[in-house]
């Protein structure tokens, strides 16, 4: 197949089949499967998108989802959702969480791959938190220090009480 073949087979002037294409002829009929179709107009972008903005990335792949260059966003963003997922469950509290979901959306055009597992940490840490409050105010109350509601609510009345 010529250049100007391969260039009305990926659909427009100036797109580049790059490694990943395969031609294939069929019964005389030649059909093209192509992997990635490399513009001038992605590669000139890709130039400008800053390899560590996740949002950056996720543009970039939405603008040019067939470009090599997309896929090479896609694994960068890869390689950034599970560092992001290590720190956060390293730091294992709901600020850490919270930041991979900002991040790493649950959904969108590349989701993060545990934003589940983070929404889900996220509820278990708040149940955790409201039981260890709720158990701060029966042992304050206890002591009759505390004579407030057993609600697992951090208010100024069980601070004030822990801090006797």
């Known amino acids: 197949m010529s ?4 260039t009305q087979v990926a659909g427009e002037p100036g797109t580049v089949i790059t490694s990943g294409a395969s031609l294939e002829s069929e019964a005389g009929d030649e059909s093209a499967t192509l992997a990635f179709e490399d513009t001038e107009e992605s590669a000139a972008n ?4 800053k390899r560590d903005d996740t949002s ?3 543009d970039y792949i939405g603008d040019f989802p067939r470009s ?3 896929e090479t966003a ?9 560092q992001a997922w290590v720190n956060a469950v390293t730091a294992d509290n709901e600020a850490a969480y919270q930041a991979y979901l900002t991040a790493f959306p649950a959904s969108g055009s590349v989701p993060g791959a545990m934003g589940t597992a983070a929404r889900d940490r996220l509820v278990s840490l708040g149940a955790e938190r409201t039981q260890a409050i709720q158990d701060i105010q029966r042992g304050l109350t206890t002591l009759q220090l505390y004579d407030g509601a057993v609600d697992g609510k951090s208010d100024d009345v069980t601070v004030r009480a822990a801090r006797k």
């Open 3 to 6: 250049a100007s073949q391969l």
């Open 56 to 58: 950056a990335l996720r």
């Open 46 to 49: 890709w130039t400008r998108v």
């Open 68 to 70: 090599s260059n997309a």
């Open 74 to 82: 896609r694994s960068l963003l890869r390689v950034m959702d599970a």
